[in-house]
């Protein structure tokens, strides 16, 4: 069961709440009929009560909300995940945003996190927070990951990290995009040669380029590997 809301945190939704949570807590059982989606005043509710329990400091909560009201069908993708994502992106630590994460790591249904973590990581990028930026990244190419980003959240990330003039985030961005055999645009090579250009690795942007360049990503990952290994802490 989810812990008790605090009233003044529940505000207009209390009414609401009683009812959704009975449902978002409760597994469709073989003899009852399956769960219905909730409906658009729920889904309001639970959208302006996550950013609310979390910046009140109530994150088990806000985990504990999401987790249950993803049981219930189409609900992750009808949720203003990235309305969320910049609320997360705003708060002064990552804490709350592993938390959600987390949650939705360890949920039966396996969701994918990509509808939260792609737009945190986009968001982060653009508030120039690139090691938290890095974090996040690190956390859904974990081994555990339920879902590794696609080659829209890794063009983001491997870019974002461009901009900012972040060599290392952008190759190690990159090396795991090569690794899952996700080809890369023109634009993101030339973005990425000219980050390395700037920090005078003149030989390595040239020969990192021409590799990017084929079908094969195995010499991407080798000559990442090199270099990261070289890299001065």
């Known amino acids: ?6 009233v003044r945190l529940a505000g207009a939704g209390a009414a609401v709440l009683p009812r959704v949570l009975r449902g978002l807590c409760t597994t469709a059982a073989p003899s ?10 729920d889904l ?32 992750l ?7 969320l994502a910049a609320h997360l992106a705003s708060l002064p630590t990552l804490s709350p945003a592993f938390a959600l994460l987390t949650a939705l790591r360890h949920h ?17 990028l653009s508030l120039r927070r690139a090691r938290d930026a890095a974090s996040v990244l690190r956390w859904l190419c974990r081994p555990d990951s339920p879902r590794r980003p696609d080659a829209a ?6 870019a974002g990290f461009c901009r900012l003039e972040d060599p290392k985030g952008a190759l190690t961005a990159l090396r795991e995009m090569a690794a899952d055999g996700v080809q890369t645009s023109r634009e993101l090579r030339d973005a990425v040669r000219d980050v390395m250009l700037q ?32 890299w001065e802490p």
């Open 1 to 6: 069961m989810l812990p008790r809301l605090p």
């Open 32 to 41: 009852k009929p399956p769960l219905e989606p909730l409906s658009p005043s």
């Open 44 to 75: 309001d509710t639970i959208s302006a009560l996550l950013p609310r329990l979390l910046s009140a400091g109530h994150v088990p909560a806000a985990g504990r909300l999401l987790s249950a009201a993803i049981l219930l069908p189409d609900t």
């Open 77 to 83: 993708e009808r949720l203003p995940l990235p309305s």
């Open 108 to 124: 039966p249904a396996r969701p994918s996190p990509l509808p939260l973590a792609a737009p945190l990581l986009d968001r982060l």
């Open 153 to 158: 959240t890794y063009a983001a990330a491997v």
């Open 199 to 230: 920090d005078a690795r003149i030989e390595e942007a040239w020969a990192l380029e021409e590799a990017m360049r084929r079908p094969e990503n195995g010499k991407v990952v080798e000559l990442i590997d090199n270099l990261l290994e070289e």
